[in-house]
């Protein structure tokens, strides 16, 4: 049996992963005829389909240190009436940003089964951000636990996911592990064109390794650590003695953010070239087109981009905390590394190094990870996860109905 879902999200406009995630799953299930209705309040530019509503905010202003992000003030009374017009059978709540806390106060008002998703760690991201203040980061823990409280279930993005929700007192039946996947044939090996490196006024010497980078460019991505790391790996290149690699590498970031100034200014004398957002065809080329893809985030639930540059061909050299790990097979389809303990910790710069430089510098073996690589994304497609978020929530909403008639 098809039921009605109402889902609340604070993200959709944005460029990042829940956004992106939140509109496959509008539009695949409008495609397939399953019955969803996004709810969301914002000034940008949310996605042209006819099962997203965007009630236009009260109030809103950019996020501190975010400008490209913002904060809002949804119209309470409208969602609520929104959600009685619709009359779902469930309210999925996928931010807890005050959107998703209008969807969490509307479902409650109205009995409605309370589910969620748990995408971003903001525990994490306040302990990066606020330079590891404890006390922020306890009460941010503490406010998650508060928010999830009365939800019926809570998915995650990885097991490491449900690791973290446990930890807000989300457990047992109520934690369930959301089969990960993407638009598959959008990244792939065979969307490469060496040729646009030229048009984006990138030097393209012969043999060069490009190593990538894609995502928003912050201190809660770990960047700070890459950018001590990638001038150790240049001149570590250069001393280099291969008889198999004859070219140099090349730092390409792919995102904007907060640090994008700071890092852009420290990297300029090594080879690092800055592309800001970059979306559709030209996104999947520059993937398909790069070598190597390094991500030295510890906060992502999952690792969208990470999937992504798997599914384009390319070995991921990712740390061992966090979403990441859980889809790079070491040594087959990338490095899972032990993750730095600061930014400044030497002992892991040398290890990143030595890592990437092996990849470097060695084409067979970066070559047969990049078949492993994307044949291991093949059967990672957001269908099949679009898929199991609905099975989910059949299940809940058909138990809870099962419960109210005995």
């Not at 959107?99 to 969620?116: D, F, I, K, S, T």
């Not at 009365?150 to 993005?157: I, M, N, Q, S, T």
């Not at 989300?170 to 064109?193: C, Y």
């Amino acid at each position: 049996m098809h039921h009605r879902v109402a889902l609340f999200t604070d993200t959709l406009g944005d460029v990042n992963g829940v956004a992106r995630f939140i509109t496959d799953l509008a539009r695949r299930s409008l495609d397939s005829g399953r019955d969803l209705r996004v709810i969301t309040s914002t000034r940008l530019a949310a996605p042209n389909l006819p099962n997203i509503v965007n009630l236009p905010p009260r109030w809103a202003r950019p996020m501190p240190r975010y400008p490209n992000l913002e904060l809002v003030a949804p119209p309470l009374r409208r969602a609520r009436a929104a959600l009685r017009q619709l009359q779902p059978q469930a309210v999925h709540v996928s931010t807890p940003g005050p959107v998703g806390l209008a969807g969490r106060m509307a479902a409650r008002a109205m009995g409605l089964p309370l589910l969620g998703t748990y995408h971003t760690d903001f525990p994490a991201y306040v302990h990066h951000l606020f330079h590891a203040n404890a006390a922020l980061t306890d009460i941010t823990t503490d406010a998650m636990r508060w928010f999830y409280a009365p939800f019926g279930a809570v998915l995650a993005r990885s097991r490491a996911s449900q690791r973290l929700i446990s930890a807000i007192g989300v457990g047992g039946s109520r934690s369930v592990a959301l089969q990960p996947g993407i638009e598959v044939d959008r990244f792939r090996p065979w969307h490469s064109d060496p040729a646009v490196w030229g048009r984006l006024g990138i030097p393209d010497a012969p043999g060069t390794v490009r190593v990538l980078y894609c995502g928003r460019v912050s201190l809660e991505k770990n960047l700070a650590f890459l950018t001590q790391l990638w001038p150790r790996v240049r001149a570590a290149l250069q001393h280099a003695t291969t008889p198999g690699h004859a070219g140099g590498a090349q730092l390409v970031v792919v995102g904007d953010g907060p640090y994008l100034s700071h890092m852009r200014a420290a990297l300029a004398p090594h080879d690092a070239h800055f592309l800001g957002f970059r979306h559709g065809r030209e996104l999947s080329t520059l993937y398909a087109s790069s070598h190597i893809f390094v991500f030295p985030s510890t906060t992502d639930t999952l690792g969208q981009a990470v999937m992504e540059a798997l599914a384009s061909g390319l070995p991921a050299v990712v740390g061992d905390l966090g979403g990441p790990c859980e889809v790079v097979a070491h040594g087959r389809t990338g490095l899972v590394l032990r993750a730095p303990d600061s930014p400044h910790d030497r002992a892991a710069q040398d290890r990143w190094a030595a890592a990437l430089l092996g990849l470097i510098t060695d084409r067979p073996r970066r070559e047969a990870m990049s078949r492993a690589a994307a044949d291991a994304m093949t059967p990672m497609t957001i269908q099949a996860s679009v898929d199991h978020w609905w099975r989910l929530h059949d299940e809940r909403i058909g138990a809870r109905h099962s419960q109210a008639q005995r």
